[in-house]
């Protein structure tokens, strides 16, 4: 599927400083950067690094001197996804999971399943087979937490809203992630660009570790589960913050668009009728 | 300097499981490890893992059927430690981190930085130097959080702490991370076996990066600072549990050793009159 | 009904210090102490303090220097107990309640019912009938909070125990507090001697103001309801604490008893099938 | 000192429901209501409430269908205070405090005293005298927690303030009261009107109680000490709030006022050059 994604960024720097922005498109085996432009105005030094597991890509900006600050990225992604078969998504075992798999069981700063252990395993442990473990725990999530714009900030975690009910996506995210983790499922934090999401923003959803692969959750139920870019994955939003800012700085604007550059796309969701696992390889 | 650390712990798995330790000493280009033993009694399948960043070195273990179990490691270390002259450790810009040092200034789990931002810059963001700073907060937590077993558990975090002040080794290494990244200095926690640690037992503390090296800060004065073998660095404890345990599992014991193999061994903590940082490579 | 209870504590004031206990069965219209016994060894100033709505009567003993000091009380209580029919434990509107009972709709220390408002209207907000509202958060509350001594302490909260779901007697009230207070059902905390308590020791419970009666609800289900003999009550258990304790103070020992000091005592628990509210008055 | 007071509020009642607002300002001793008009548009039954020890004056409206409410609070109030002479206000031994005073040691729910019990006496415990204690945590909280409207909400408490160290005048009053109670000093908290706030509102601060007198203490210092108006006093904000609403309602618009009606007003603040305290009696 190709997408056209844009996002359009203004900060006010009243002093120099740095700002790190993470919403380029993941390069990965399978979704593939055709075109890209970023811009910044005015000119000011930027660096290209890419985290450890090449799970994120970020712009970091040198900005020198007290400026405004606009930063425009477009691009046209093609990216695959494939469905799993539900038979194929069985529980992996601790002892087949690699070094990498076995850090996103643990507890993070907005996941702290370490503290959901009891709870996740009263409300979902009976269930069999993992994938039904997560379908229903984004189920819950979907049908008990309100999605309510400027109900949380940016130290919301998993803990409080498992009691506090409210949210918006990374909030619905976070807590997916730490409900996973409480029952011994890897899981990873997803943002992204996403087609249909209204109104337009990044967009934070999840991956949950299933029969060896990562496949894509999303407790908010707002997009189609295909209509997704990948920007980042890491074990909660404070690894791929969208903008890390240091400095004396003012955030003035921003505007996201996600467009599909294909014709005929079929939104998918999960089904019970007809279940297989959708992953973004 | 070589040392000789031991360490022995007992389980009794009444269910098969998963047993992940992280016991063993980290091989870096300055700590070499001379000779290791590492025994399973009775057999079970075990496999050495190493994590991304060669960060830590763990050992899963592979119980299949109930059974008590115990294990012991002996190992004969030799590290290096340099000092590095109070001059050269100034404050590192986030211009020039790369990413993996970048994301140890992102709050986690144990060290939510984020909500100590303002705590932090009103207690020592006026004092000059990046050392300085480190040394200072050092300092506060060793004269105002109180050492006293058994007062928190494997849920306190470092929010916690620096309001109920009273911890243990594990305690005091998250409040200084957390400071630390709050006033943006990256740090991050050590695990490792210590000289002179009464009651002997693992030991935690923490490393920020000044001027371009890891330089290591025990809040809680117990020990010598050169007296340590690092088993593991990362975010904090939830990457660098001694034990991960997966299963219906009973800890039954634990003893631990660190004795230095050298004669000579001059005991060193950061003293004011003659400052100077000290590193493990 | 009549009781023989006892309570034996001991400290070590190794300070002159204050010690305020709250383990003196309460005086109400139903509930008579026909003998009673308060001995403190060696001889300090006490004096018999009792609470603005007399919910409880304390005891203060000014200890004016340092000393071992023992504490005893018997005391044979009668009380009554009433059953109310479940057709008349309505729905107590709020354009009804006088001041104190309005009061008791408050978050308090232990129970934050202002942030379990919409877990608790998800959870129970579509049972019919306010009984049954506190019936079945009473269930869940004794399906889904393992009681495990040694898990929680002095500070734990509500909000801590509807996630990490263990707790203790304490835990379990506040809980079944929050939850009704959530819900618009004013709820107090019961602290008192328990029949059948086993190891015998204090109990918690609380009561839900129902029809205009203080119906009692004990989410452990340990003992029978109505072999309870009230010490106090309260918004929760910093209003109510067995032992305030101010000074330099070891605590040494507790005994506590409760026996029935009348034959045919029938235990009795809320049954489906016989369904009356029990009210201590 | 005579005030005239007003304060206009607006709801819109979307169900039937209770409006319970604690805006009239308290009849005490020396605070004398000497003109007051209470407007209720359009009519609905209202009823004025005292709580338990007078410390609150309510008034619950019925509104028995949907509709806009608009209240109209107008008085003119005469009120005494007192300056007591440094050297009376002493502080007062448990043994000595009554069972009123005694339950303002009591934690409470925007107030964790019990959590800050160290913090409290590492950071004031050496300085001598109680009176100087609060001065100077009131002081710390002028000087380290910035006032920052919108930064907390209705949930934020003292324990989450002594660390993130922004809020609003609530929040400011939370810290300073649960700082006292650690302290084994009683607190409580304040609402009133205030003369020279800006922009005007209602205003929250905290009494402490020294010499055997409450004595009145504001860690914002927006306005003179002695330009407030009772509304209030309780253990924290969950006793006191302006307005408690069940039903579907949603909030439209506010304005308070309050201007001095006599001459010769000399704005009073504590000045450590002519120590004395102020109390509202």
Redesign the interface.
């Known amino acids: 599927m190709k997408f056209k994604v844009t996002s359009e960024l203004s900060y006010q720097f009243n002093s120099p400083g740095?700002l790190?922005l993470n919403i380029h498109a993941l390069r990965t085996p399978d979704q593939t950067v055709l075109e890209e432009l970023h811009q910044v105005e005015p000119y000011f030094k930027s660096q290209e690094?890419?985290?450890?597991?090449a799970e994120n890509r970020?712009i970091?900006i040198?900005i020198d001197t007290p400026s405004p600050i606009h930063i425009k990225y477009e691009a046209l992604i093609e990216n695959a996804t494939a469905f799993i078969p539900a038979s194929e998504l069985y529980e992996v075992?601790?002892?087949d999971m690699?070094?990498?798999v076995?850090?996103y069981l643990?507890?993070?700063?907005y996941c702290?399943s370490?503290?959901?252990y009891?709870?996740a395993n009263?409300m979902f442990g009976y269930i069999d087979g993992a994938f039904n473990k997560v379908l229903a725990l984004t189920d819950w999530i979907y049908y008990?937490v309100?999605y309510l714009s400027g109900s949380t900030n940016?130290?919301t975690s998993a803990?409080d809203t498992?009691?506090?009910?409210?949210g918006v996506c990374r909030d619905f995210a976070h807590l997916g992630i730490a409900l996973c983790r409480a029952l011994?499922i890897p899981a990873r934090y997803f943002t992204g660009y996403s087609y249909k999401l209204s109104p337009p923003d990044f967009h934070a959803c999840f991956e949950a570790y299933l029969g060896g692969k990562w496949i894509i959750f999303d407790a908010t139920k707002l997009c189609p589960l295909n209509g997704l870019v990948k920007i980042a994955t890491g074990r909660d939003a404070?690894?791929t913050a969208i903008a890390s800012i240091?400095g004396d700085v003012l955030f003035t604007s921003i505007q996201v668009g996600c467009e599909i550059a294909d014709e005929n796309f079929v939104p998918f969701q999960y089904d019970k009728a007809d279940l297989k696992g959708l992953a973004y390889l």
Chains 1, 2, 3, 4 share one sequence.
């Open positions: 740095t790190i690094l890419v985290s450890a597991h970020f970091r040198e075992q601790v002892k690699d070094a990498l076995l850090s643990n507890p993070s700063r702290q370490d503290k959901l009891r709870l009263n008990n309100e940016s130290q803990y498992v009691t506090e009910q409210a011994t404070a690894d240091f």
